[in-house]
């Protein structure tokens, strides 16, 4: 493969169609991003195949991964957490993100501590934006708490039947927990004893 950079030509759009990290120009094609080129001949098609993430905002109706950094009785404080998808590396927008008591789940919830704790990881969908406020949502059975820990002792929670049971001091703990609790695929993330990127 052939390294390029932004505004490289790499080919004649009579000969090759301009695909992913490309664009064409009064019939020549060029890079738009820095790597490596890759022409498909039984396609006819010219793309550069990007090393580098390429950073995007999330957008409504997304699913994102969050923290719970703060919480009152009606509305939790959710930090983003970047998520990687293929060649995408989204970040969240400088803007507060809540999760208002309304759309934690279907049905009456008295209080946000009766579903979440500080530090929980939480996956969640944008349910709308603006200029100041993303709000999320976790209505839906596969939304909810995806890694929590131990209050008493701060060790993971596994999930048993209904609830969260510590397997290191046996505290039963409940959560709106996700069907997908255990499963954080995907995305990058840190959380208390560990850091990484799964992908």
């Not at 195949?49 to 919480?71: D, E």
């Not at 927008?93 to 009766?114: A, F, N, W």
């Amino acid at each position: 493969m052939e390294p390029v950079v932004p505004g490289e030509f790499v080919g004649y759009e009579e000969e090759f169609m301009p695909g992913f990290g490309t664009y064409s120009e009064n019939g020549d094609v060029y890079s738009s991003n820095i790597g490596e080129l890759e022409k498909d001949v039984k396609k006819r098609e010219v793309k550069v195949k990007v090393k580098t993430r390429i950073p995007m905002f999330f957008k409504r109706g997304m699913s994102v991964y969050g923290r719970i950094a703060q919480m009152t009785d009606n509305i939790a404080v959710v930090d983003i957490i970047p998520m990687v998808v293929g060649q995408f590396y989204y970040v969240p927008r400088p803007v507060t993100h809540i999760l208002p008591i309304s759309e934690v789940k279907r049905g009456y919830t008295t209080s946000m501590r009766d579903e979440f704790r500080i530090g929980d990881i939480i996956k969640a969908k944008i349910l709308s934006m603006d200029q100041h406020t993303v709000t999320l949502t976790t209505k839906a059975m596969d939304l909810g708490v995806v890694k929590a820990f131990c209050t008493q002792c701060r060790h993971p929670l596994v999930k048993d039947k209904n609830a969260l049971k510590c397997p290191n001091c046996g505290n039963i703990e409940h959560r709106k927990v996700s069907v997908d609790y255990g499963k954080i695929g995907g995305i990058l993330y840190e959380t208390e004893g560990s850091r990484g990127e799964r992908e």
